[in-house]
C-alpha cells in the first residue's frame, strides 16, 4: 500500500529560543528566507508525500495557517513586483499536497501524543510517515522517500537513523540490536563506554496505525510523556531501522540552528561566495 501520509508535530512551545518564540513559534524560525518548517514540507512532496497533517498547539495554529495559505492581499500588494515569484513556492505546494491541521492535546504530550492527536486523519488499517519538526536534512535524495523504499521491502515500521557523535552520545536513547537492524531496546548512558550503538533515531519514521491502540497504555518516558518509539517495540512486528543518507541539524537546539542556516548558505547558489568570504574574514 502506498504511503501517502506524513504527521508532523510542531505543537511544543519552543523555549530553548526564548524571548523570541514568546512572539513567533519555533518552526516558523527562518533558514536563510524560508520558515524551517518550510524545508519539512518540500521534502514530503520530494519523496511522494500528498497529504500532511500538522500536529500545532493553540498558541501556533494561526501562523502556521496563514504561512501555508494563498495570501490575496500580499499577491495584489506586490502586483507586478519581481518578489511576487518568492512567494509562488508557497502556491507550488498548495497544489502538491494536502494540508490538514489537529491540535494536541496537553494531557497526552511527548511524541507519541503528538502522533496521537492526527489519529482521526489515518485510516484504520495503513502505513504513514512522521517527521519531527527539529529534525532537518540537507539532502540530494530526500530522506523520507528512502525510508518509503525501504518500507516498501521489509513491509515492517521504520526508524530513520544516524550516527550521533561521541561528543553527544550522553543525550540521545542509542539503539540496541537483537540482530542485524531489527531494534530489541533504547539505552540512555552516561559515558561512550556503555554505549550498546552509536545510532539514535533521526525524526523519520514509518508506523503502522495499530500504533493508536497501544499509545495510551504505553509506558511513558521522562516529564510524563509518551514517547513513540518505545511503543513501536510493543506492537507485533519488527522496528527495524534505515540510516538515511544528508546532512542532520538538529535545529532543536540554538547550535544546531545557527549551523544550519550557515550550511544552508554556503550551498546556496546566490549568497555561498559570500556566505564562505563572511566565515573567512577576520575580526576587527
Known amino acids: 500500500m502506498k ?15 526564548l524571548p523570541i518564540t514568546k512572539a513567533v513559534s519555533k518552526e516558523m524560525l527562518p533558514i536563510l528566507n524560508k520558515p524551517s518548517i518550510y524545508y519539512q514540507v518540500k521534502e514530503c512532496i520530494d519523496s511522494g508525500i500528498e497529504e500532511i497533517i500538522f500536529v500545532v498547539g493553540h498558541h501556533n495554529e494561526s501562523l502556521v495557517k496563514k504561512f501555508f495559505s494563498k495570501d490575496h492581499d500580499l499577491d495584489e500588494f506586490l502586483d507586478n513586483d519581481y518578489k511576487k515569484e518568492m512567494i509562488k513556492e508557497i502556491d507550488d505546494i498548495l497544489s502538491k499536497v494536502d494540508i490538514k491541521y489537529a491540535v494536541q492535546d496537553e494531557r497526552y504530550r511527548g511524541s507519541a501524543g503528538s502522533v496521537y492527536a492526527a489519529k482521526e486523519y489515518i485510516d484504520k488499517d495503513e502505513y504513514f510517515a512522521v517527521m519531527f519538526g527539529d529534525d532537518l536534512v540537507m539532502y540530494d535524495n530526500p530522506p523520507l522517500k ?4 525501504y518500507h516498501y521491502i521489509c513491509n515492517t515500521n521504520v526508524l530513520g537513523i544516524g550516527d550521533i557523535p561521541d561528543n553527544l552520545i550522553t543525550k540521545y536513547g542509542l539503539i540496541k540490536y537483537k540482530k542485524d537492524n531489527i531494534v530489541d531496546s533504547f539505552v540512555n548512558v552516561s559515558n561512550i563506554e556503555d554505549a550498546p550503538s552509536k545510532e539514535s533515531l533521526l525524526g523519520r519514521l514509518i508506523v503502522h496505525s495499530t500504533v493508536f491502540d497501544k499509545i495510551l497504555s504505553g509506558e511513558k518516558v521522562k516529564n510524563n510523556e509518551y514517547g513513540l518509539p518505545r511503543i513501536l517495540l510493543s506492537l507485533d512486528e519488527d522496528l527495524r531501522t534505515y540510516k538515511f543518507s544528508g546532512n542532520y541539524y538538529d535545529i532543536g537546539s540554538v547550535e544546531g540552528f545557527i549551523k544550519a542556516n550557515i550550511m544552508f548558505g554556503i550551498k546556496n547558489k546566490i549568497i555561498s561566495k559570500e556566505t564562505i568570504k563572511s566565515l573567512l574574514e577576520k575580526e576587527v
Do not use: S, V, Y
Request: glycine share 10%; aromatic share 6%; net charge positive.
Open 146 to 149: 528512502e525510508l518509503i523504499e
Open 3 to 17: 504511503i501517502r501520509k506524513c504527521i508532523i508535530p510542531i505543537a511544543g512551545r519552543g523555549t530553548r529560543f
